[in-house]
């Protein structure tokens, strides 16, 4: 029996896991510790979110590597992503452009988000030794 094809959700849900894992990596030193954005504490990378400037829903702005950084558990969810805080840390130029680019409307193909997994698969290569 043929195997079925992953639907867009799964897809987007894979997307989202390696790309959190892939923005807190790329972001912590070579002891696997990064600081959170909007309270400059210092986390493991395991202990540490992704968190979003412009909310996930802006699929335009989902990926993109300006838009998310690490942030702790207590900025991102129980502050509310501490917006204010993470616009200054990004600055008015950044955050405007952001800002702009997440009203407009992205649609993704299953093909585009296989691509975005494939290229960010890669790019975790490089940090295989915080694979623990």
């Given at each position: 029996m043929p195997s079925k094809k992953p639907t867009k959700s799964r897809l987007v849900k894979k997307l989202d896991i390696l790309f959190s894992?892939?923005?807190?990596?790329s972001n912590s030193d070579d002891q696997g510790y990064c600081y959170c954005v909007t309270c400059s504490r210092k986390y493991f990378w395991k202990e540490i979110q992704a968190g979003h400037f412009m909310s996930r829903k802006h699929y335009s702005t989902r990926w993109d590597e300006d838009n998310v950084k690490p942030q702790c558990v207590g900025c991102n969810v129980y502050k509310s992503g501490e917006q204010y805080r993470?616009?200054?840390y990004l600055g008015k130029e950044k955050s405007?452009?952001?800002y702009n680019k997440s009203l407009e409307i992205k649609k993704y193909s299953i093909q585009d988000i296989e691509e975005m997994i494939d290229l960010y698969?890669?790019?975790l290569k490089n940090y295989a030794i915080f694979e623990r």
């Open positions: 894992k892939w923005v807190r990596l993470y616009s200054v405007e452009e952001l698969r890669e790019k």
